[in-house]
T-cell receptor
Framework: EAEVAQSPRYKITEKSQAVAFWCDPI?????LYWYRQILGQGPELLVQ????????DSQLPKDRFSAERLKGVDSTLKIQPAELGDSAMYLC?????????????FGPGTRLTVT | GNSVTQMEGPVTLSEEAFLTINCTYT??????LFWYVQYPGEGLQLLLK?????DKGSNKGFEATYRKETTSFHLEKGSVQVSDSAVYFC????????????FGTGTLLAVQP
């Protein structure tokens, strides 16, 4: 069964350093999502792509976070500089089409610890 | 604004016990509702969904009914197994411009043999 791939699975970085996460969605899925999940809370959408275009980045802290999906396939989420409050699980998900938003397939996540 | 409220966990049950995890929502319009499950060390998986009032979603013995009058979507299972131990998230699909999902805080279920 096809899966969403994410790397790395775990990342420890120091405050003020740059960090990047990678996501490879299920083949053929046009819509890609990045979520942040703080311990004890539900996932919160950071950015949503339809192919290579950003559909929603209203919750993305744009002063330090950036996301790209240049060829409409895999995607990278970057934080620069990292802050202590960025410690969280970063989840990537994909779905076949924008109108099937509830049918999202999630990757295992990247757990970020900022020291 | 649109939001989802779930009962706090952890919920600890013995095997074969009856499960209810409460979920209520606040939303404008008529959202679609979902339950996702996250097993230890894995990503979230869609468990079931309902797209309109009085719909019942079901999967793997779990059920939830979309109750517009009480704005609820409680998750139930008649007989839980140890393998059901996981975190369960209720979510709604908010229309708007992007049809994004809004999640509750999650409820940890621990089933003991």
């Amino acid at each position: 069964e096809a899966e969403v791939a994410q790397s790395p699975r775990y990342k420890i970085t120091e405050k003020s350093q740059a960090v990047a996460f990678w996501c490879d969605p299920i083949s053929g899925h046009a819509t890609l999502y990045w979520y942040r999940q703080i311990l004890g809370q539900g996932p919160e959408l950071l950015v949503q792509f339809q192919d290579e275009s950003v559909v929603d980045d209203s919750q993305l802290p744009k002063d330090r976070f950036s996301a790209e999906r240049l060829k409409g396939v895999d995607s990278t989420l970057k934080i620069q500089p990292a802050e202590l409050g960025d410690s969280a699980m970063y989840l990537c998900a994909s779905s076949p089409r924008l109108d099937r938003v509830g049918e999202q397939y999630f990757g295992p996540g990247t757990r970020l610890t900022v020291t | 604004g649109n939001s989802v409220t779930q009962m706090e966990g952890p919920v600890t049950l013995s095997e074969e016990a009856f499960l209810t995890i409460n979920c209520t929502y606040t939303a404008t319009g008529y959202p679609s509702l979902f339950w996702y499950v996250q097993y230890p060390g894995e990503g979230l998986q869609l468990l079931l969904k309902a797209t309109k009032a009085d719909d019942k979603g079901s999967n793997k013995g779990f059920e939830a009914t979309y109750r517009k009058e009480t704005t609820s979507f409680h998750l139930e299972k008649g007989s839980v197994q140890v393998s059901d131990s996981a975190v369960y998230f209720c979510a709604l699909r908010w229309g708007g411009a992007t049809n994004k999902l809004i999640f509750g805080t999650g409820t940890l279920l621990a089933v003991q043999p």
